[in-house]
Nanobody, 126 residues
């Protein structure tokens, strides 16, 4: 069974940093795209970033390019999202997702066929 457990959210001031972790289990790490979505109440969920080790590919939405970095540790079956220079508009619940598909498909389908973690709250104060 695919399981995703997020951690690392919290409250931070604008300009600060957080690192989110997604511990994955129940599937072959290399075969899956693992990414991060975020959602604010009343708004559509947004694909933030994604990584697929098999292709060595990563994806970032435009608003986080240059500030966020996604990485993976295969030995720990864990994906990280390092978030720097955080802005109040980054405030959201961040979800880890996994799907046996390219990152572009996960992004374009808004993760509808992906497995989702329980989410972790990120709050950036101004």
């Amino acid at each position: 069974e695919v399981q995703l457990v997020e951690s690392g959210g919290g409250l931070v001031q604008a300009g600060g940093s957080l690192r989110l972790s997604c511990a994955a289990s129940g599937f072959t790490f290399d075969d899956y795209a693992i990414g991060w979505f975020r959602q604010v109440p009343g708004k559509e969920r947004e694909g933030v970033s994604c990584i697929k080790e098999t292709y060595g590919s990563t994806y970032y939405t435009d608003s986080v390019k240059g500030r966020f970095t996604i990485s993976s540790d295969k030995a720990k079956n864990t994906v990280y999202l390092q978030m720097n220079s955080l802005k109040p508009e980054d405030t959201a619940v961040y979800y880890c997702v996994a799907e046996r598909a390219p990152c572009t498909l996960v992004r374009d389908s808004l993760g509808r066929k992906a497995r989702w973690g329980q989410g972790t709250q990120v709050t950036v104060s101004s």
